[in-house]
């Protein structure tokens, strides 16, 4: 197996630089970058991590918490995180929570012990400030939430705007006709749930329609809720004519109740859903989607905490990176039986 000195010799740079070059701990040219890699890679050059963890207090190690791998808007997030890991000599660690609380908190108890050098988190639900995410950042080790945020935490932060995502889609169900639009949200622990409200009901007080509570259901973001609250809007009273529910597993859920009901889409309820769900557009009717860029805030995400584990970042004030969402209206909301006078979308934003 070569040694450091070996691509330091073959790259004509210091064993110094190498180290730089392979830690990334200090800036250098990407001229140089690239020759000392070109020699490391003709000589199989592989960074002894152990020693180099012993001597640098680093393990170059990231962990990644989950709250749930089995919805499909995560595993395009991990793909993203670990793209931006493995480009600047990182190693991805991943754990689900299950949304469970004492499961996160056994998993940050873990990533301690292991000394990650910084950790990736979608947090649970949380009533209160949580105590493991504070002792994480009083123990030095960067942290970044992704699509939620704890409460009561300052922390660095990639979301989406889920107020803007929202209000764009009821924006789009009012300007074809609907005033009966029902919603089913997430669990309201969940700051993402809570901002998805407030940009359904800011999109129906600007058209003037008043937010009537037996239009709105609680889910928890899983596909049994949306499943069930589906068929508790379509069978309640008034009857909704468009289901808008908060994320894609409710979404597959609510499609489900839909079909076993014996109704058509968009003809007898109409469906738009907040997130990308697999074959949205292969579905019949093509699913109108709150399109959210995953993989994104995945990749926003690593590269913010690797700046903040290299001290590339100097400041320690909190970065909040806000991404946008995009509407991608399809046949399930294009209907032609909601007669009443279309609502032009407003020109106010949020």
Known sequence: MATIKEVAKRARVSVGTVSNVMSGAVSVSAALRERVERAARELSYQPNHVARSLKSRKTQTLGMV?????????????????????KRGYLLNIFNTDDHVEREQTVFAMLRVRRVDGVLAVVAPHSSKPAHLQ??????????????LPPG????????????????????????G????????????LQTAR?????????LSEAGIPFNPDLLREGDFRLESGYRLAKDLI??????????VANG?????????????????PEDVAIAVFDDVPGADIFRPQLTVVSQPAYEIGYRGAE??????????????????????????????????????PIPNPVAQL
């Open 66 to 86: 989950i709250s749930d791998i089995t919805n499909p808007f995560f595993p395009l997030m991990v793909r993203g995180a670990e793209d931006a890991a493995v």
């Open 135 to 148: 002792q994480m950042i009083d123990a030095g080790t960067p942290l970044v939430c992704l699509d939620r």
């Open 153 to 176: 935490l300052q922390v660095d932060a990639v979301v989406v705007d889920n107020a803007k995502g929202a209000a764009m889609c009821v924006r789009h169900l009012l300007s074809m």
């Open 178 to 189: 609907h005033r009966l639009i029902g919603m089913i949200s997430g669990s309201s622990a």
């Open 195 to 203: 901002e998805r409200v407030n940009g359904y009901r800011k999109a």
């Open 235 to 244: 069978l309640g009273n008034p009857r909704p004519t468009v289901l808008f």
């Open 249 to 265: 597993l409710m979404g597959m859920g609510a499609i489900k109740a839909i079909q076993e009901m014996g109704l058509r889409c």
């Open 304 to 341: 913010l905490l690797i700046q903040r584990i290299t001290g590339e970042i100097k400041s320690t004030k909190p970065v909040s990176v806000v991404l946008e969402p995009e509407l991608k209206v399809r046949e399930s909301t294009l209907g032609v039986r909601y007669t009443a006078q």
